[in-house]
């Protein structure tokens, strides 16, 4: 069964850093691209990071380019999010999701279960 569980979030301050992790189990990890998923107070979700299958390819939505990096590390099947520079428009609850493997379809087939991330002063 596949499963994704998120760590790293809690409460910083504007302009802090944190760093979120996603263990991943239950799949080829290796053969699959991940993605960063966000959803804001009041917001539908939106679209955060994408990081193919090797970890050589990545994009960024707008809002989070120059400030966000994703990685990931296949022998320890896990995905990380840098976040840097944080605002307070940053807060929201991260997911982490799993490509269903169908290049260029973007079908997010698996999800963790969420991480609050909380930027206030």
């Known amino acids: 069964q596949v499963q994704l569980v998120e760590s790293g979030g809690g409460l910083v301050q504007p302009g802090g850093s944190l760093r979120l992790s996603c263990t991943a189990s239950g799949f080829t990890f290796s053969r699959y691209s991940m993605y960063w998923v966000r959803q804001a107070p009041g917001k539908g979700l939106e679209w955060v990071s994408y990081i193919n299958n090797a970890g050589v390819l990545t994009y960024y939505a707008d809002s989070v380019k120059g400030r966000f990096t994703i990685s990931r590390d296949n022998a320890e099947n896990m995905v990380y999010l840098q976040i840097n520079s944080l605002k307070s428009e940053d807060t929201a609850v991260y997911y982490c999701?799993?490509?269903?493997?169908?290049?260029?379809?973007?079908?997010?087939?698996?999800w963790g279960q969420g991480i609050q991330v909380t930027v206030s002063s």
């Open positions: 999701a799993k490509d269903g493997g169908v290049y260029g379809t973007a079908d997010l087939t698996d």
